[in-house]
């Protein structure tokens, strides 16, 4: 791994205790408010939608200015989530929640815009896999003791208290954003937003099935990111419980990447392979929703999270690596179609989600079928993909 990238995973390190506070933390206080699933999708649905927009319009910042300036603007933005929280309270909720998902969605989308656009100027091969195995060895690490410190936080001095100690994060989140690689897109000739049309970024045959798993990819990543929320919430109303569940995910998660890293090592099991044991624990982990008990729920969460895993890291080192052939301006393009793909994808699944009421009923179900099947589409698009990119390099 490079240097520049290294720096750029230390900068991934700081930042995921306030982007891991808030997919857990904001979501459960939403949740507390009323426990409806509507409430939860909305928030999200509206996130996404700035999530998107904040992505376009951050790639479009990299021509003028450096990734280092955009994670600053950021974390300016995280801190107007947590002045909302802290001490802005709207009727009517539906407009409370909207106030609160604008800043998230801007947030994430900003930062992931950054963060992706450096990875592909400076990630070369087989690095985006050694960097993608880190950011999520660093990532459980953080996720072990993020959950349990701000559970014992909330305990201690209320979600009012936990939302203040989020302001020094902030601040060690913009102070290293000074620190990293002066990455941009100044140098480049042409604007990201010229020939901008999916036939001219998706080009390649390799490229052009990455749209299919790209669409699947988000109806399942959003599908299982939603629920294993909900089910841990639904399981118990205790903060240091619901602490303890997202860290016993975590040590599981952990497990997947020594597991995975070890075989790899001696290319016993290839990542195919890993990618379609992925999909299938997953989908197994989906069915176990049909039998709603508090220690079904749990056991289908593992089974989620390791297939989320392995899902993720070799899913997204593919992407990347397929990319790696374009000049910057048009990885650049490609990483914006990419996210806009996703996200587009995860507001349809989450427009589903908002007319589920309870786990027994048909649309629950209806959803979850659908998810599933997305799921299992992925190592057929992802080996397609993968296919078509060898015979270009041979």
Request: proline fraction near 2%; hydrophobic fraction near 55%; charge should be positive.
């Amino acid at each position: 791994m490079t240097t520049s990238l290294k720096r750029l995973l230390l900068m991934n390190v700081s930042s995921s205790v306030i982007f891991n506070y808030m997919g857990i933390f904001i979501n459960l206080f939403i949740w507390e408010k009323g426990q409806s699933i509507f409430d939860v999708a909305w928030f999200n649905l509206v996130m996404f939608i700035a999530w998107g927009l904040a992505f376009m319009y951050g790639a479009k910042l990299l021509a003028r200015f450096t990734i280092g300036s955009v994670i600053r603007v950021s974390a300016l933005c995280a801190g107007v989530t947590f002045v909302l929280l802290s001490w802005v309270h709207v009727e009517p909720k539906l407009l409370y929640l909207t106030l609160i998902a604008l800043p998230v969605g801007i947030t994430n989308g900003l930062y992931s815009a950054a963060q992706n656009i450096g990875i592909s100027l400076f990630g070369k091969g087989k690095e985006f896999t050694a960097f993608f195995s880190a950011t999520n060895v660093f990532g459980q690490l953080i996720a072990f003791l993020n959950p349990l410190l701000f559970a014992l936080i909330i305990k201690w001095i209320g979600f009012s208290g936990s939302f203040l100690v989020m302001f020094l994060f902030i601040g060690v989140m913009i102070t290293v954003s000074f620190y990293i690689p002066r990455i941009s897109l100044k140098e480049a000739r042409e604007s990201v937003f010229e020939n901008f049309s999916i036939r001219h970024v998706f080009a390649t045959p390799s490229l052009k099935w990455m749209i299919p798993s790209l669409i699947a990819g988000g109806f399942f990543i959003q599908f299982q990111g939603i629920f294993s929320l909900i089910f841990t919430f639904s399981v118990t109303n205790d903060k240091l419980t619901i602490a303890l569940l997202q860290i016993m995910y975590t040590a599981f998660t952990v497990a997947c990447v020594f597991v995975y890293q070890r075989f790899s090592r001696t290319h016993r099991i290839s990542d195919s392979h890993w990618l379609t044991f992925g999909m299938i624990a997953a989908a197994v982990g989906f069915l176990l929703v049909l039998f709603p008990k508090s220690s079904i729920l749990i056991i289908s969460n593992v089974l989620t999270t390791i297939g989320l895993f392995f899902f993720f890291t070799i899913w997204s080192s593919r992407q990347f690596m397929a990319s790696n052939h374009l000049t910057p301006v048009q990885q650049a393009r490609f990483l914006v179609w990419r996210e806009l793909i996703l996200v587009i994808s995860r507001i349809l699944m989450l427009a589903l989600i908002l007319g589920i009421t309870d786990f027994a009923g048909i649309v629950f179900k209806a959803v979850m079928i659908f998810s599933f099947s997305s799921a299992l589409l992925i190592p057929f698009f992802s080996s397609k993909s993968d296919a078509t990119m060898k015979k270009i390099i041979d």
